[in-house]
């Protein structure tokens, strides 16, 4: 059965840093693309980043660019999410996914979705 579990969400003011991990289990996702999700309160579900499956390639939100990096072990099955100089606005609940594919594109389908982890940015 997969499991993708992500950990080390929290809260953090504003300017502070978080680091996310997702851990996958069940089989191994070396071949595909990994990213995060975000859900804001009261918001819809929207894309943070994504990072191909060697990572080699790496997307970014505008809204995150700059401030957030993602990473990945393939060895460990683990996909992260540092965060940094966080706003009140990077309040969510954030997901980790993989994607069909190698690489990430905006019409690339999610695979597998963990259930997530909150963030909570207080100013």
């Known amino acids: 059965q997969v499991q993708l579990v992500e950990s080390g969400g929290g809260s953090v003011q504003a300017g502070g840093s978080l680091r996310l991990s997702c851990a996958a289990s069940?089989?191994?996702?070396?071949?595909?693309?990994m990213g995060w999700f975000r859900q804001g309160p009261g918001k819809e579900r929207e894309f943070v980043a994504a990072?191909?499956?060697?990572?080699?390639?790496?997307n970014y939100a505008d809204s995150v660019k700059g401030r957030f990096n993602i990473s990945r072990d393939n060895a460990k099955n683990t996909v992260y999410l540092q965060m940094s100089s966080l706003k009140p606005e990077d309040t969510a609940v954030y997901s980790c996914a993989v994607f069909r594919g190698q690489f990430y594109t905006t019409y690339t389908q999610l695979y597998y979705w963990g259930q997530g982890t909150q963030v909570t940015v207080s100013s």
């Open positions: 069940g089989r191994t996702f070396s071949a595909y693309a």
């Open positions: 990072i191909s499956s060697y990572g080699g390639t790496t």
